[in-house]
């Protein structure tokens, strides 16, 4: 049985767009596409959607491929870009703050020690800063990564203890206001300080912080 990218395709455009009518889309038409699904399914031995309710909703064993579909994907559009026989950039992801004070001077840097090889910082703000969707070839992360197929090199270690209680955000802006309206005190790099500025926050050192 011969599975290819139109297979991937199918099943993002199903992931997507939660109805296999909607996603029809495609030039492949419903029934085909509900074939397409199907072949899809009997190779991997995986049931990838549930099909029991009117909107369908990706199986856990669904969700894991969509983020192995979407890298394989990238990887051969990236492949067959007639741009990247040139100079292909390094991109390097992270999720904010990048390295604080060290980023311009990084980038002075590898542009004087490596000018044939660009390097482009992209903040994308996910757990893996792109890396699982192949957005980015390398990223500057934060916290533990459990997620398969990554290699990862500490750079700094923080402290291991832990508040008892705290309040869970999704991004930079929601922490911001949480301790600008008195919910919490925040804890976080050097790089933040000179990135980052809110008129309700002050910023003071840890003196006695770990590295």
């Known amino acids: 049985m011969a599975i290819g990218l139109r297979h991937l395709r ?14 029809a889309r495609l030039p492949l038409g419903q029934p ?9 399914e009997d190779h991997l031995g995986a049931r990838l959607v549930d099909r029991s309710t009117h909107h369908l909703e ?17 990887a051969v559009e990236t492949a067959l870009d007639p741009r990247e026989l040139r100079s292909r950039p390094l991109r390097l992801g992270h999720t904010w703050a990048a390295l604080g004070d060290h980023t311009i001077p990084l980038l002075r840097r590898w542009d004087r020690t490596r000018p044939g090889t660009p390097l482009d910082l992209l903040r994308v703000d996910d757990r893996t800063a792109g890396l699982t969707h192949g957005k980015v070839d390398a ?3 934060r916290g533990a990564v459990a997620t398969a197929g990554l290699r990862t090199e500490p750079l700094l270690s923080p402290a291991t203890d832990r508040p008892v209680a705290t309040i869970e955000v999704t991004n930079t802006d929601e922490w911001f206001i949480a301790i600008a309206a008195g919910r919490a005190v925040g804890v976080s790099t050097s790089a933040t300080p000179s990135n980052h500025t809110h008129p309700s926050l002050v910023y003071r050192p840890l003196a006695d912080a770990d590295t």
């Open 32 to 40: 085909a596409l509900s074939r397409t699904l199907r072949r899809l």
């Open 139 to 141: 990223a500057l992360l």
């Open 58 to 74: 990706l199986t856990a064993e669904g969700h894991v491929f969509r983020d192995k579909a979407l890298t394989a994907l990238a």
């Open 10 to 23: 199918a099943f993002l455009a199903i992931a997507e767009e939660g109805n296999v009518t909607r996603a």
